[in-house]
């Protein structure tokens, strides 16, 4: 699934956390270029991890008690690009 449709597609049938809040932070990228572009992941206030993809932000988000990222209940902040900004 494209990471656009991924956040666009809802569905009321499956549950998420109910108004949750996740914040997508803008890219950072490395000074030194070891390490691959990033976008670090908060949910209700805390980071919980940093993200390189739409994948990436499923996990977490799965890891985070987040079962279902398409509800309708969570609403997905995008700071800095939207869903197919990753580096």
């Known amino acids: ?3 656009l449709a991924f956040t666009r597609r809802r569905s009321a049938n499956r549950p998420g956390r109910a108004g949750t809040d ?3 932070h803008p890219v950072v990228h490395s000074i ?4 691959a572009p990033f976008r670090s992941i ?5 980071v919980i991890g940093t993200a390189r993809c739409a994948r990436d932000f499923e996990r977490l988000c799965r ?3 987040i ?5 309708t ?3 997905v902040h995008w700071r ?5 900004h990753w580096g």
């Open 32 to 35: 030194d270029g070891r390490t």
């Open 22 to 24: 996740v914040i997508v």
């Open 73 to 75: 209940e969570l609403r």
């Open 63 to 65: 890891a985070g008690g």
């Open 42 to 46: 908060e949910l209700a206030g805390t």
């Open 80 to 84: 800095g690009g939207g869903p197919g």
């Open 67 to 71: 079962s279902d990222v398409t509800a």
């Open 1 to 3: 699934m494209s990471v």
